[in-house]
């Protein structure tokens, strides 16, 4: 019998965060596998150390941050390759995954390559969207207000776009297009309803107004947008 392969998800950053399902897998993986720029200590590993066992087999998959989609993957072609030698051993692969393994998570593309040939199960987590907003204490949608999550490295006209139909959103990916983003809102009148949110729940964590943040940007942030207060949210005195 092969293995399954279990995508985890560890919230934002602060291991408290990791629900009891994710620790509980954690804690009992014969194998972990996880995601590591070339040369540097994982992230996702950093969340979940707590709860990794000295017998446990460790796979780092080390992914290369690049705008080219080449050479990241290959490096999930090699990591796919690596936990399914492992499954077919019969041993089980808990993947770790920053914040939530389907939302903009890694783990994505390493269960498109494995989920036909073997089981596969994936765990939920924390999302950065949701761990802003509980740290900037800001309520995201409210009744039937829609919420866009919008990556910051689309064009103008494309972020403008899904701006104008949504009631609320979040703008993630910043980095060095945080400039362009703020000027962006600032042309829209909706600046002073932003705010910066960098590394939530961490202890580097930074809440700012838009117009102090950063520029650029580290990866870890993001911005959050509420167009209109709503009335039930804020009553007349």
Request: proline share 7%; glycine share 8%; hydrophobic share 45%.
């Amino acid at each position: 019998m092969t293995g399954k392969m279990i995508g985890v998800g560890l919230g934002p950053g602060d291991p408290e965060l990791l629900t009891l399902k994710s620790a509980r897998l954690i804690a009992a993986a014969q194998v972990i596998a996880y995601p590591a720029l070339p040369g540097t200590e994982s992230f996702a590993r950093q969340i979940a150390a707590m709860h990794i066992t000295e017998t446990t087999h460790e796979i780092v998959i080390e992914i290369p941050m690049s705008t080219a989609r080449g050479p990241a993957q290959a490096a999930y072609d090699l990591g796919a390759e690596r936990i399914a030698e492992a499954l077919d051993l019969g041993q089980d692969v808990v993947v770790l995954c920053e914040g939530d393994p389907f939302f903009y998570g890694s783990f994505m593309y390493l269960h498109a390559r494995l989920v036909g040939h073997y089981e596969v199960e994936v765990v939920p987590g924390v999302t950065s969207v949701s761990a802003g907003a509980a740290r900037a204490g800001r309520a995201l949608t409210a009744r039937n207000d829609t919420l866009v999550t919008i990556p910051a490295p689309l064009d103008d006209e494309s972020i403008r776009s899904r701006m104008d139909g949504a009631d609320s959103f979040a703008i993630l990916k910043l980095g060095r297009h945080l400039g362009r983003i703020r000027a962006l809102l600032g042309a829209l009148g909706l600046a002073e309803n932003a705010v910066y949110v960098e590394r939530a729940t961490l202890a580097e964590e930074v809440i700012l107004p838009l117009a102090e943040a950063p520029d650029p940007a580290p990866y870890f942030s993001i911005i959050l947008v509420t167009k209109g207060a709503d009335p039930w949210l804020n009553p007349p005195s």
